[in-house]
């Protein structure tokens, strides 16, 4: 069962950067592609990027230019590099599988954009 710990949120500015991590350990965790989700106030839990096992890349439209997923396989580490932050990106971000089955879902790391 693969575990899912979620780091590197917090409170900025708008336009300013933050960088996130998420570290997965046991089970099968390379050859999935992995996701970012965000979850705003009192809405559902949305994919904002997907990275694939061999580093492909896709992006809600909302955040394309602005965010880059990466994944280090060697550490079983996954990233989301942040910039030009808005007051929209504020949510709870977690990191999961792409598609079914999904690892449980940790307690996510809290972004705020507010000036």
């Known amino acids: 069962q693969v575990q899912l710990v979620e780091s590197g949120g917090g409170l900025v500015q708008p336009g300013e950067s933050l960088r996130l991590s998420c570290a997965a350990s046991g089970g099968t965790f390379s050859v999935r592609t992995m996701g970012w989700y965000r979850q705003a106030p009192g809405k559902q839990r949305e994919l904002v990027a997907e990275?694939?096992?061999?580093?492909?890349?896709n992006y809600k439209e909302s955040v394309k230019g602005r965010f880059t997923i990466s994944r280090d396989g060697a550490k079983n580490t996954v990233f989301l590099q942040m910039n030009s932050l808005k007051p929209e990106d504020t949510g709870v971000y977690y990191c999961?599988?792409?598609?079914?089955?999904?690892?449980?879902w940790g307690q996510g790391t809290q972004v705020t954009i507010s000036s």
């Open positions: 990275v694939s096992s061999g580093g492909s890349t």
């Open positions: 999961n599988f792409r598609v079914p089955p999904f690892a449980s």
